[in-house]
């Protein structure tokens, strides 16, 4: 790969009604080991932070990949593979939650005078962590652990998928895309709003579970957008990002606290004070903000509800 290699986003998963389950699968695995790799060498190349978001992006849509289209994927071949998307995504995970902490809970009080000494003295302490963070994942990604992966993953690709499916598995490979996608849609729709039905009784934690599939059905549409009307995409995304986003904002928040504490407990005694109350202003901060972004969310979920993608929204097959 070449050293002008940049950060890139998932390109457009090129689909048509005309494909059978077997083709669209492999095109959107594809799509996402394509996105995966061009990321992965931006990353080994120059330390990029963004290249690094990048990745744990796409080991969550391999993850729902493998999720959608479990029903032609052997059963031990599928949970190899999302063990190991599980694995590179949770270790990207506590990196992204310390520099979203760096960048967001402290980094714009560094300055202000009432707690300059303290936020500097958390700021060393978080980079010091994060740094750790950072040297754990280039071991494990540059180190071959991640090449190993993609090559396994590349010949799976490459393979004759009905050598190991059944008699229904093998069916299904031949059916026509357009019907699959549509119940893919459905299914995650109902239960996206089955998990959201007493959204207000909902805690912290269960609000970033039902992020999780926010992000599939989002994920869904993404991976099937081109066999449907743009408009009714372009709709479901105008409601599910920023619900997605909003959720996050939250959970970020939360994690954010976390840290707050965690870094808080190993400051030096004669900070200590200061430090409760630098702690003190962030929770006030972070109050209104969890607020904001709150009833952000709950408006856009009144009109999720009634958001609907059915078979006269797909586009004529070519």
Known sequence: ????????????????????????????????????NVNFHRFRETGDAMALMQMRIGMRRMRVALQIFRAVIPKGVRSTFNRECRYF???LGEARNM???????????????????VSRELLRAGEATRAREYDLITHEIAGGHFEHFA?????????DWSDKLGRSGRALLREPIAPFALKVIEEGNIELLNRGADVGALSVGELHDLRKYV??????????????????????????????????LINDVKEG?????????????????????FNAHVYADASDHAAENYAAFLALWRR???????ADDLLPRS
Request: charge should be positive; include cysteine.
């Open 1 to 36: 790969m070449p050293s002008t290699a940049r950060v890139q986003k998932l390109s457009i998963i090129p689909l048509d009604g005309s494909m059978d389950v077997e083709t669209a699968a492999k095109t959107v695995f594809a799509g996402c080991t394509a996105h995966l």
């Open 257 to 277: 606290i976390v840290i707050l504490g965690r870094l808080s407990a190993s400051i030096r005694s004669d900070c200590f004070a200061e430090t409760l109350r």
């Open 89 to 91: 995504g949770d270790l």
């Open 151 to 159: 090559k396994s993953f590349d010949k799976w690709l490459a393979s």
């Open 99 to 117: 520099d979203v902490f760096l960048n967001g809970v402290l980094r714009p009080d560094t300055e202000k005078p009432a707690f300059r000494k």
């Open 215 to 248: 992000k599939r059905s989002r994920y869904h549409l993404r991976f099937f957008a081109s066999l449907f009307r743009e408009d009714k995409i372009a709709e479901g995304f105008a409601l599910l990002i920023p619900m997605q986003d909003y959720l996050g």
């Open 304 to 310: 999720y509800e009634t958001y609907t993608l059915g």
